[in-house]
């Protein structure tokens, strides 16, 4: 996973991904979606999708895949390496989703929420898939907002698709927890090397994982409140307001 791109200039979003396995190019294939960072006040967010020949379900089962959530910063990088080590049956993708262009979102005059941010991002990756070549036949989705209205719009824009979209799918389909685990792995890589525009001094580097409970984060957003690029404006997680 490059990650030069993006490191290069962490304004703007960044879409990564492998090369399509040729099974993937011919056979009928499955997708997961899932997603790492929603909501945090520093860093960004990532989608990332999973996807392999529905023949080979098993094969990927094997790897042991599970809920990111779930495994330590180690195993989640040993279980990527050997997704991305699997690449005659196994594609990923990930988008890198700059807290910059996040907030700038939030702001817009025409209502833009994060639900739609996260549809119009995952809908994107399976576009990208497709475009590549990928047979994609069927998707498993960790819900964003009401599962049923999700899993309706999936299905009016990738009709001929099979579309499952449920509450925790990242524990429940090991597809959707592969795609875990490239999400949270990329936005791991990232925060450990996220370089700030502003220059915030000794602080630069002790900013803890980005998520709000930790106290390194909660302590540079509340020293910060001008509010540097790499913070995102849900100030409330962390007790500041204006």
């Keep these: 996973m490059d990650l030069d791109k993006f ?13 399509v396995p040729e099974p993937c190019k011919g056979e009928p294939c499955c997708l997961g979606i899932d ?19 529905v023949s080979r379900k098993k094969d990927l089962e094997d790897l042991k895949v599970a809920d990111s959530k779930t495994l330590s910063e180690s195993e989640r990088e040993r279980l990527f390496e050997k997704l991305d080590r699997a690449p005659d049956f196994i594609g990923w993708a990930v988008h ?5 262009v996040i907030s700038t979102s939030m702001q817009q005059r025409a209502k833009y929420n994060l639900n739609a941010l996260s549809h119009d991002t995952a809908i994107g990756l399976v576009q990208h898939a497709l475009d ?7 998707i498993f989705v960790d819900t964003v907002g009401p599962a049923d209205k999700y899993q309706e719009k999936l299905k009016k824009i990738f009709p001929g698709i099979e579309v499952t979209v449920k509450p925790k799918a990242d524990s429940l389909f090991p597809v959707v927890s592969a795609a875990s685990i490239c999400a949270k792995v990329a936005r791991d890589r990232v925060v450990k090397g996220w370089k700030f525009l502003e220059d915030l001094g000794e602080n630069d580097s002790d900013y803890g994982s980005g998520y709000p409970n930790g106290q390194s984060t909660k302590d540079l957003n ?21």
């Design 7 to 19: 490191e290069r200039d962490n304004s703007q979003n960044c879409l990564l991904s492998s090369a």
């Design 35 to 53: 997603e790492a960072g929603r909501g945090p006040v520093l860093g960004p967010m990532v989608y990332g999708i999973c996807y392999c020949p």
């Design 96 to 100: 890198i989703l700059s807290p910059n």
């Design 132 to 138: 590549s070549g990928a047979q994609i036949t069927e």
């Design 222 to 242: 509340l020293l910060y409140c001008s509010r540097p690029e790499a913070l995102s404006l849900y100030w409330e997680l962390v007790g500041y307001t204006e």
